[in-house]
């Protein structure tokens, strides 16, 4: 590909008013930015991407004072250690999520541990902003009432920016309202004052999520299972099938024999790994339980 200078005018998308794209990025560029989070995170950015791979890396250059994407590269390649990674990484992880975002999998996840007498333990292996595993935790605390005290919900995430979000539990009113009444009452604190608008997680919800970094693709994994119940949805979608096959084989020894794994709407683990059948609408079990 010809490496070209882009100096195009694009819509800024909440006001519809014109900026002019001030920094260079080249095709060479685009392919190292892929090339690069691929080997960082395993994560496939698409062709369709490179609008979105200038407007959120182009604030690290401008951090740095840099012109040019092929500068800010050099310079990460430069430093494989250094702290810059951490926020190349988090400038392309895609934060969509929810509370309570696919309904059917909580009262599923209620049943399965409704009868537990000892602890339940929940890998939440995507967190996100934290809405995921707060549902989670919220579920154990419905479910099991005071024995929920002696469970606990692993909530990671490589994105950090989005942890540090999650670990402070505070989210719009007009995001919470979405809940159910009792729900919105039982385990949220309304702001007032300066918060006004907010909404904070009670610390009976909080206290249940231990909050930690960590990349699915690194050779050690601060886990520790076996787990009743493991969720991974909507994040096998950013890696390819060698990538996911990879990290479903070390998910296998990290669930209790009769554990339960949740996929997201759109992922289906039954063509990917031989560890792991379908028990019903994107929840799996243990193939040779």
Same mark, same amino acid.
């Given at each position: 590909?010809?490496? +070209?200078? *882009?100096?195009?005018?694009?819509? +800024?998308?909440?006001?519809g @008013?014109q900026?002019?794209?001030?920094? =260079?990025l080249?095709d060479?560029?685009?392919?190292r930015v892929? *090339?690069?989070?691929?080997?960082? $995170?395993?994560?496939?950015?698409? *062709?369709?991407?490179?609008e979105m791979?200038? @407007?959120r890396?182009a604030?690290?250059?401008r951090?740095?004072?840099?012109?040019?994407?092929?500068d800010y590269?050099?310079?990460? *390649?430069?430093?494989p250690d250094?702290? =810059?990674?951490e $926020?190349?990484?988090n400038a392309?992880?895609?934060?969509?999520?929810?509370f309570?975002?696919e309904?059917?999998?909580?009262?599923?996840?209620?049943?399965?541990?409704?009868?537990?007498?000892?602890p /339940? @333990?929940?890998?939440?292996?995507?967190?996100s902003?934290?809405e %995921?595993p707060? @549902?989670?935790a919220?579920t154990?605390? %419905?479910?099991?009432?005071s024995r929920?005290s +002696?469970?606990s919900?692993?909530?990671t995430?490589?994105?950090t920016d989005a942890l540090?979000k999650a670990?402070?539990?505070?989210?719009? +009113? %007009?995001?919470v309202?979405?809940? !159910? =009444?009792?729900r919105?009452k039982?385990f949220?604190?309304?702001g007032?004052?300066?918060?006004?608008?907010?909404a904070?997680v009670?610390?009976e919800?909080s206290?249940?999520? %231990?909050?930690?970094?960590m990349?699915?693709?690194?050779?050690?994994?601060? /886990?520790?299972?076996p787990?009743d119940?493991?969720?991974?949805?909507?994040?096998?979608?950013?890696? !390819?099938k !060698?990538t996911?096959a990879?990290?479903?084989?070390?998910?296998?020894?990290?669930l209790?024999?009769?554990?339960?794994?949740?996929a997201?709407h759109? =992922?289906n683990?039954?063509?990917?790994?031989?560890?792991?059948?379908?028990?019903?609408q994107? /929840?799996?079990?243990? $193939?040779?339980k």
């Amino acid at each position: 590909m010809t490496e +070209q200078r *882009e100096r195009v005018d694009i819509g +800024q998308w909440a006001s519809g @008013s014109q900026i002019e794209r001030d920094l =260079e990025l080249t095709d060479a560029d685009f392919t190292r930015v892929r *090339e690069l989070i691929y080997q960082r $995170a395993g994560i496939v950015l698409a *062709e369709h991407k490179r609008e979105m791979v200038y @407007s959120r890396l182009a604030k690290r250059l401008r951090h740095h004072g840099m012109t040019r994407f092929g500068d800010y590269l050099a310079r990460l *390649e430069r430093q494989p250690d250094a702290k =810059e990674w951490e $926020a190349f990484t988090n400038a392309l992880t895609t934060n969509l999520t929810a509370f309570f975002r696919e309904a059917h999998h909580f009262p599923l996840l209620a049943e399965h541990i409704k009868d537990k007498q000892g602890p /339940v @333990s929940v890998w939440c292996s995507a967190a996100s902003t934290g809405e %995921e595993p707060y @549902s989670i935790a919220m579920t154990l605390l %419905e479910t099991l009432g005071s024995r929920a005290s +002696q469970s606990s919900v692993i909530a990671t995430d490589i994105d950090t920016d989005a942890l540090n979000k999650a670990r402070k539990g505070v989210y719009p +009113q %007009e995001q919470v309202r979405k809940l !159910d =009444e009792a729900r919105v009452k039982r385990f949220f604190q309304k702001g007032t004052g300066n918060h006004l608008g907010l909404a904070r997680v009670r610390p009976e919800v909080s206290t249940l999520v %231990e909050f930690m970094p960590m990349n699915l693709l690194a050779p050690q994994w601060p /886990v520790k299972g076996p787990f009743d119940v493991i969720f991974c949805r909507n994040i096998m979608i950013y890696f !390819d099938k !060698d990538t996911q096959a990879k990290i479903l084989k070390r998910f296998a020894p990290l669930l209790k024999p009769d554990g339960l794994l949740f996929a997201g709407h759109s =992922e289906n683990f039954s063509y990917i790994s031989d560890a792991f059948k379908l028990r019903g609408q994107t /929840v799996y079990t243990l $193939a040779n339980k």
